[in-house]
């Protein structure tokens, strides 16, 4: 059965960096758009960013954009977020989630497996 781990989470200071990554076991990640998301305390899942399987393409929503960076290694089954110039407001439960189909969404309920999740904390 396929499965996903998060991991590369951690504290960091305001205006650091992390890089977290999903590995994918039992299936091919290759096959799927792979999206990211966090859950903040209290709050809702959000979608942060998501990437195709066929071309590439890729999603980020606006408030970490030019700050997030999304890419996948099909070779060693990985996708990854490298996350920079983090800020307070980034801190959550980081999970990457799988979805077969063509079409990019940061919709948790069009994602079909998910990891377990990373914690990322943000503080001075």
């Known amino acids: 059965q396929g499965q996903l781990v998060e991991s590369g989470g951690g504290s960091v200071q305001p205006g650091g960096s992390l890089r977290l990554s999903c590995a994918a076991s039992g299936f091919a990640l290759g096959y799927y758009a792979i999206g990211w998301f966090r859950q903040a305390p209290g709050k809702e899942r959000e979608g942060v960013s998501c990437i195709s399987g066929s071309d590439g393409s890729t999603y980020y929503v606006d408030s970490v954009k030019g700050r997030f960076t999304i890419s996948r290694d099909n070779a060693k089954n990985e996708v990854y977020l490298q996350m920079n110039n983090l800020n307070p407001e980034d801190t959550a439960v980081y999970y990457c989630?799988?979805?077969?189909?063509?079409?990019?969404?940061?919709?948790?309920?069009?994602?079909?497996?998910w990891g377990q999740g990373t914690q990322v904390t943000v503080s001075s």
């Open positions: 989630a799988a979805r077969g189909g063509l079409i990019l969404t940061v919709r948790p309920d069009a994602y079909d497996y």
